[in-house]
């Protein structure tokens, strides 16, 4: 007999495997990774600094590009929550 497949409810954060982060002290608030971010996972207003919603963030990396300053990075993703 075979197991019942088993579907995550995200599957997108259930697999990523990194995060992106925002440097907040090189961060000019240029809005242009907002823009960028499918998943809204961004927050600021311009000329003030952004950041990032962990929860939020499949680690598509569609921020980096555009970022001027070259202050967002990448953690490895936490293990999605099995609660
Ligand atoms: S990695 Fe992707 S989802 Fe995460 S903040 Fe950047 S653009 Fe948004
Ligand atoms: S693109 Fe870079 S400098 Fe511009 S708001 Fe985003 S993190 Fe800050």
Known sequence: MSSPEVTPLTPTLATRWQ????????????FKCIRACPEGAIVG????????????????????PPCPENCISFLPAAPPSST
Not at 19 to 30: H, K, N, P, Q, R
Request: net charge negative.
């Open 19 to 30: 995060v992106a982060l925002i440097d907040e002290t090189l961060c000019v608030g240029c």
């Open 45 to 64: 207003a311009p000329r003030w600094m952004h950041t990032i919603l962990h929860a939020l963030c499949t680690g598509c990396a569609h921020c980096l």
